[in-house]
């Protein structure tokens, strides 16, 4: 591997050309699609796919990645101050709507602050860096969950636009505290509304009850994906407690339990009432037990696998696996899930059709695959 690294207004930038083509494989056994490995990182955590074809990576311990449509060629186009103790780190990344003319990058990051930690909701704009490179700059904070608080879990930080264009949606994970869920002054086990300068958004549907502005559903635990189907059905995932691992279809103000109800239990094997009707809150669309830990969550609207258009697709963390979800209006079935032999952090869909994947990199490998139709 040839390593070139270059100065440029006043940031360091490396660039990492590979020496090997990719590693193509052929579909395995069981799974519909080929995999091809495009790149290696160091633990990421999400990704995004530029109109040119280029993507935007980032790891946990902060680094924001440039990376070349073959995975041949990265630059560091940021270098984010985190804190990646336990579940934290650098986070999200997502295109704003205008990209094409703004150049704004939205991402989230986990930090250290008075009372403790959290998670914040940032904005930067790629620009050219004088030495044939971009980095990201302009960078500003919009937005930080309240309160901070002690420990390193349940941040959440998942980003995504309304399909107007309009909104900003961004989790905030209860960070194991389980009762901030139910506290409608706390940010924190939230689905939350923003205008895209991260104020609360006008006409959020529980300010008149006394919740902070900002909240638009809440009893939640750790928020891990979030997105918009095509009908504009808004829908997210989250991990359960010892079992009951969610798909949820997100509806304002409205309250989905956490920590009173709840499809599994906790780890100390003390019982949570499970949802049923009539108990005030909206239980999920689908659940696991076992778990399947789900990460990245993508709504699938590509040609490449037409079977599959308007399901979700999610990373599954401890049970190594990629999960499809059949989604038929407002309603969702669990459909296939595959043995990926790694962390899956990350899904998203390429220009293409083509679906992505990242590994974790932490108990797994950090690679970057591309699944294509056999």
């Known amino acids: 591997m040839i390593r070139k690294t270059l100065f440029a207004t006043g940031l360091l930038t490396t660039t990492l050309l590979a020496s090997t083509a990719c590693s193509a494989q052929p579909a395995a056994a069981g799974k519909p699609?080929?995999?091809t490995v495009v790149a290696d990182f160091d633990s990421p955590w999400a990704m995004t796919v530029l109109p040119d074809k280029r993507m935007l990576v980032t790891e946990k311990k902060g680094q924001m990645l440039l990376v070349s449509a073959d995975g041949k060629s990265r630059q560091t186009v940021a270098t984010i101050t985190v804190d990646s103790a336990g579940q934290g780190g650098l986070m999200d990344v997502v295109l704003a709507p205008d990209f094409a003319t703004s150049q704004r990058v939205y991402f989230s990051y986990s930090t250290a602050g008075e009372g403790g930690k959290g998670v914040v909701l940032a904005r930067g704009r790629l620009r050219p860096d004088g030495g044939g490179g971009q980095r990201l700059g302009e960078i500003e904070a919009l937005f930080s969950a309240r309160p901070f608080v002690e420990g390193n879990g349940h941040y959440s930080g998942r980003i995504a636009f309304s399909p107007d264009g309009r909104y900003l949606f961004f989790t905030n994970g209860e960070r194991q505290k389980f009762t901030p869920a139910q506290d409608p002054k706390m940010t924190l086990g939230k689905v939350?509304?923003?205008t895209l300068d991260g104020k609360p958004a006008p006409g959020n549907p529980l300010v008149a009850?006394?919740?902070a502005p900002e909240i638009w559903s809440y009893g939640h635990r750790?928020?891990?994906?979030?997105a918009f189907d095509a009908q504009g059905n808004l829908w997210e995932q989250e991990m359960g407690p010892k079992g009951g691992d969610e798909v949820n279809l997100i509806k304002p103000g409205l309250n989905y339990g956490w920590p009173n109800a709840s499809n599994g239990s906790n780890y100390d094997g003390s019982d949570i009432?499970?949802?049923?009707p009539g108990d005030g809150y909206e239980p999920p669309k689908v659940f696991w037990n076992?778990?399947?830990?789900p990460g990245g969550l993508m709504i699938y609207s590509g040609s490449m696998f037409p079977q599959w258009k308007g399901d979700a697709f999610i990373g599954g963390l401890s049970s190594k696996s990629l999960v499809r979800v059949h989604l038929t209006g407002t309603n969702a079935a669990k459909g296939d899930q595959w043995d990926m032999?790694?962390?899956?952090?990350e899904v998203e869909q390429g220009p293409d059709g083509a679906i992505w994947v990242l590994e974790d990199g932490g108990d797994s490998q950090g690679r970057l695959i591309k699944?294509?139709?056999k």
Request: no cysteine.
């Open 341 to 345: 032999g790694a962390r899956i952090r």
């Open 192 to 194: 939350l509304r923003l």
């Open 209 to 211: 009850k006394g919740f």
């Open 290 to 293: 076992p778990v399947i830990s």
């Open 33 to 35: 699609f080929k995999e």
């Open 222 to 226: 750790n928020l891990l994906g979030i």
């Open 273 to 276: 009432p499970d949802h049923k």
């Open 371 to 373: 699944l294509t139709a």
